[in-house]
């Protein structure tokens, strides 16, 4: 697999809830070898932004050559992307980072918050059963885009407003959820649980975690977790996890 850096031009952008954007760009030769659990690096245009934003692929359309990214808003870099318009360029590294190991057994999807659209490509690309369920803290996205896939939607929500009130965990046990194999994606807290629901269930899971990175390609170590064995780069019990992950088997790492 290759590593490209281009300057890919926005084919469009919309608001898909307070302070979450969905960008889609040309981006082929990312596009060609991406696969669901991946990030790329998008460049600011403002000189005292140094270093790139990783941002998980929502969406792989290889036959058109675009990525879709779905984001949020935190802060000055990704405040720049919202406000890029159709035809507009920006500069791209990717695909980053290993994807979801892929099975063809039973399998549930699980994402919160802004950990949700990687499950997107994800569903898209699994070739087996499949349940989603999506934890939201109010307001819901990607829903439609959701209900299009071949999986079983299922919905938890802070508020209680959409699905059950409570977290993934309570959705699962509320509509009797079954797989043998979970992919996950979200905050640390809802991870942690997982990876405690798994191991009670006797359950595979694969955990992608969101991390603040700096350089994204492994070189800087600011993005390490702790893993279970010592790590051949460092040398101690840690992982990159924008190089060895964002995807992990999740008795390899430790919270």
């Known amino acids: 697999m290759s590593l490209t850096k281009i300057t890919a031009k926005v084919v469009s952008q919309e608001k898909l809830a307070t302070d979450i954007y969905s960008l889609i760009i040309e981006a082929p030769t990312i596009a060609a070898d991406a696969k669901a659990g991946q990030f790329v690096s998008l460049y600011s245009k403002d000189g005292s932004t140094l270093l790139p934003r990783p941002i ?43 994807g979801f190991d892929q099975k063809t057994s039973r399998a549930i999807l699980i994402g919160g918050g802004i950990g949700i659209p990687p499950m997107l490509e994800l569903a898209k690309e699994l070739q087996c059963e499949k349940s989603i369920v999506l934890g939201f803290r109010d307001a819901t996205f990607l829903l439609e ?30 509509y009797g959820v079954k797989g043998d194999v979970i992919y996950a994606c979200g905050p640390t807290p809802m991870l942690k649980a997982i990876k405690e629901y798994a191991n009670e269930n006797n359950i595979e899971a694969q955990l992608s975690l969101e991390e603040k990175m700096a350089c994204g390609i492994g070189a800087c170590l600011a993005c390490v ?30 919270f």
């Open 56 to 98: 998980s692929l929502c969406e792989i359309k290889k036959s058109d050559g675009t990525i879709r990214l779905v984001y949020r808003v935190v802060g000055k870099g990704t405040k720049e992307f919202s406000m890029l318009n159709n035809g507009d360029e920006i500069d791209v590294l990717g695909p980053l980072g290993n």
């Open 145 to 174: 885009d959701m209900n299009s896939t071949d999986g079983e939607v299922y919905i938890a929500s802070e508020d209680g407003k959409t699905g059950v009130m409570g977290t993934v965990i309570d959705a699962i046990k509320e």
């Open 225 to 254: 977790c702790k893993s279970k064995e010592v790590d051949d780069h460092s040398h101690v019990k840690n992982k990159r996890i924008c190089k060895d992950g964002p995807v992990f088997d999740a008795n390899d790492i430790e």
